[in-house]
């Protein structure tokens, strides 16, 4: 081992390529180009095979990176594969979109003054790779079984529970309101950070392998919850979270203010080549308008750089803290940087203005940063005399979002919701307080993070499945 680990003494960290942002900000194509085998070689042998990996502990699918990585700097690519697809339904997906910075990455303690090892860029060109070599199999399983589960919600979550069953021969269905599946991963992350075929070839091996897909289906309007729980022996809620934060004031209600989300699922189903009235006739097309984006998470980062890549005359982020203290991933605030957009810090919106009942510009006041809260949040507060206007014919509220009331949506008062509206389970079973009904993701945590969800539900398979089979072998709780 030691003559091929350890090379971070003698490489230094590379990242993959980034195209230049003249020409990347007019396509919709990946950023980043993948590694050759070559430099993934070299990137993965830098890694000194700590004996307590701080990088897995990080990462919340406690990846076997060290593995892995030696795996891969040895040539031993398939069986770098079979490893990292152990623990992780989607290895490719999370080496795109995760915050390694803030996960896996941010916490290798490679040696002092030595830069991380580039972790996810080596996950991703390992399932490439699978991808291209025919590695990567459909979850057929050995043996089928009579169990059922009804999964509500397509996104990371759900699949990862889906896959997770369906290969141990589970009979799985999944619902969803949409047209395909994916959840945010094919409607809310833009193109630019997930070619959305990376999603559509996973979600077709997933059908391969016999998971039942029953899509343009809004449980709680197109079939009820009490019908799905009559079909199967348990059903897993993973609806994620959508309700958009509002933003009140005058002027809150004139055209051409519009929720990110609304903005973003339109972008991305133009580019997988739906017609989009919407998009068409302007409604959620930034071409040529000055366009003001609201917030200052990855959520607005994605509505900056789509803008740009629409043809924005002009991209402005109004954010009321400063940038230090932005909740969006540093990596993609430097990309939007580089791609033009223009950043507002310390500027709260008060107000719209606008003529004929159409948008023409945001009524904002700069703010003071103050000190730190118990929870080491900076306070902001206004600053008195400092209000202007930032032009705008576009404005795209990215303010997050809250879950849907899905005890009311559902007509299930016995679902139980936290004071934001989140679905409440029991930590260990997973199970909401409806028997043999479970719930994994954004739904439970509020908006979080893909591999969250996919952790999420990797788990809830485990604990659906020995709900069910503990079931299945007493015959007291059967007959419940
Ligand atoms: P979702 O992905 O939201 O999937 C829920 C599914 O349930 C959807 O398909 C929905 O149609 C379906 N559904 C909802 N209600 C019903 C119903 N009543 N009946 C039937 N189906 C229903 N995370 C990262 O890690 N990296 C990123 O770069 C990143 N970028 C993001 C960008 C944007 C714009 C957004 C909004 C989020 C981003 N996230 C990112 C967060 C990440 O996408 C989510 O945390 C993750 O997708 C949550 O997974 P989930 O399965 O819980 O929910
Ligand atoms: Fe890092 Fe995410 Fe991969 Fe975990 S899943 S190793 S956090 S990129
Ligand atoms: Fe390798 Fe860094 Fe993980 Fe240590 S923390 S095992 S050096 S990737």
């Given at each position: 081992?030691?003559?091929?680990?350890?090379?971070?003494?003698?490489?230094?960290?590379?990242?993959?390529?980034?195209?230049?942002?003249?020409?990347?900000?007019?396509?919709?194509?990946?950023?980043?180009?993948?590694?050759?085998?070559?430099?993934?070689?070299?990137?993965?042998?830098?890694?000194?095979?700590?004996?307590?990996?701080?990088?897995?502990?990080?990462?919340?699918?406690?990846?076997?990176?060290?593995?892995?990585?030696?795996?891969?700097?040895?040539?031993?690519?398939?069986?770098?594969?079979?490893?990292?697809?152990?623990?992780?339904?989607?290895?490719?997906?999370?080496?795109?979109?995760?915050?390694?910075?803030?996960?896996?990455?941010?916490?290798?303690?490679?040696?002092?003054?030595?830069?991380?090892?580039?972790?996810?860029?080596?996950?991703?060109?390992?399932?490439?790779?699978?991808?291209?070599?025919?590695?990567?199999?459909?979850?057929?399983?050995?043996?089928?079984?009579?169990?059922?589960?009804?999964?509500?919600?397509?996104?990371?979550?759900?699949?990862?529970?889906?896959?997770?069953?369906?290969?141990?021969?589970?009979?799985?269905?999944?619902?969803?309101?949409?047209?395909?599946?994916?959840?945010?991963?094919?409607?809310?992350?833009?193109?630019?950070?997930?070619?959305?075929?990376?999603?559509?070839?996973?979600?077709?091996?997933?059908?391969?392998?016999?998971?039942?897909?029953?899509?343009?289906?809004?449980?709680g309007?197109?079939?009820?919850?009490?019908?799905?729980?009559?079909?199967?022996?348990?059903?897993?809620?993973?609806t994620g979270v959508y309700k958009?934060?509002?933003?009140?004031?005058?002027?809150?209600?004139?055209?051409?203010?519009?929720?990110?989300?609304?903005?973003?699922?339109?972008?991305?189903?133009?580019?997988?080549?739906?017609?989009?009235?919407?998009?068409?006739?302007?409604?959620?097309?930034?071409?040529?308008?000055?366009?003001?984006?609201?917030?200052?998470?990855?959520?607005?980062?994605?509505?900056?750089?789509?803008?740009?890549?629409?043809?924005?005359?002009?991209?402005?982020?109004?954010?009321?803290?400063?940038?230090?203290?932005?909740?969006?991933?540093?990596?993609?605030?430097?990309?939007?940087?580089?791609?033009?957009?223009?950043?507002?810090?310390?500027?709260?919106?008060?107000?719209?203005?606008?003529?004929?009942?159409?948008?023409?510009?945001?009524?904002?006041?700069?703010?003071?940063?103050?000190?730190?809260?118990?929870?080491?949040?900076?306070?902001?507060?206004?600053?008195?005399?400092?209000?202007?206007?930032?032009?705008?014919?576009?404005?795209?509220?990215?303010?997050?979002?809250d879950p849907e009331d899905l005890?009311t949506l559902?007509?299930?008062?016995?679902?139980?919701?936290?004071?934001?509206g989140?679905?409440?389970?029991?930590?260990?079973?997973?199970?909401?307080?409806?028997?043999?009904?479970?719930?994994?993701?954004?739904i439970?945590?509020?908006?979080?993070?893909?591999?969250?969800?996919?952790?999420?539900?990797?788990?809830?398979?485990?604990?659906?499945?020995?709900?069910?089979?503990?079931?299945?072998?007493?015959?007291?709780?059967?007959?419940?």
């Open positions: 081992m030691a003559e091929r680990m350890l090379q971070f003494v003698r490489l230094s960290q590379q990242t993959p390529d980034k195209r230049a942002a003249a020409e990347r900000k007019a396509d919709f194509g990946e950023i980043y180009q993948r590694f050759s085998a070559e430099r993934a070689t070299e990137q993965a042998s830098r890694c000194s095979q700590c004996g307590v990996p701080f990088c897995s502990i990080h990462c919340p699918l406690n990846n076997n990176i060290p593995d892995w990585l030696k795996l891969t700097a040895e040539g031993r690519l398939e069986e770098a594969y079979e490893i990292s697809s152990a623990t992780n339904t989607f290895p490719e997906i999370c080496g795109r979109v995760c915050p390694q910075d803030r996960l896996c990455e941010g916490n290798c303690v490679i040696e002092k003054g030595f830069d991380s090892v580039t972790i996810g860029a080596v996950e991703k060109y390992i399932t490439d790779t699978a991808w291209e070599q025919g590695w990567v199999k459909p979850p057929t399983p050995v043996r089928e079984l009579a169990h059922s589960v009804g999964i509500i919600g397509a996104g990371p979550a759900g699949l990862a529970a889906a896959e997770r069953l369906r290969a141990r021969g589970w009979q799985v269905t999944v619902y969803d309101r949409y047209d395909r599946v994916g959840g945010l991963l094919i409607y809310g992350i833009p193109n630019f950070k997930l070619e959305k075929e990376v999603v559509l070839r996973r979600a077709e091996q997933f059908a391969k392998g016999g998971i039942n897909f029953v899509l343009n289906c809004r449980v309007e197109d079939i009820s919850l009490a019908e799905i729980r009559a079909k199967h022996d348990a059903v897993l809620i993973a958009a934060r509002d933003i009140g004031g005058p002027g809150a209600n004139l055209g051409g203010i519009v929720p990110a989300l609304e903005y973003l699922t339109a972008s991305n189903r133009e580019n997988l080549g739906d017609h989009v009235p919407e998009f068409a006739n302007g409604t959620l097309n930034a071409a040529g308008k000055r366009v003001v984006v609201i917030g200052g998470g990855d959520t607005a980062m994605d509505c900056v750089r789509t803008a740009i890549r629409q043809g924005a005359a002009a991209v402005t982020c109004l954010y009321r803290r400063d940038k230090a203290n932005m909740p969006g991933s540093m990596r993609e605030v430097a990309n939007a940087e580089e791609e033009g957009v223009h950043f507002s810090w310390l500027s709260a919106p008060e107000g719209f203005e606008g003529e004929n009942g159409v948008v023409t510009g945001v009524r904002a006041v700069k703010m003071h940063l103050g000190l730190p809260d118990a929870t080491g949040r900076h306070q902001v507060e206004p600053i008195p005399g400092s209000g202007f206007t930032e032009p705008a014919d576009l404005v795209i509220k990215a303010l997050g979002f005890p559902f007509g299930e008062p016995g679902l139980t919701v936290s004071r934001w989140t679905l409440t389970i029991d930590r260990r079973s997973m199970m909401t307080k409806l028997d043999g009904v479970f719930a994994a993701g954004d439970v945590r509020g908006a979080s993070l893909v591999v969250w969800g996919i952790r999420d539900g990797r788990d809830a398979a485990d604990q659906i499945e020995s709900y069910v089979l503990a079931k299945a072998s007493s015959p007291a709780l059967a007959a419940e």
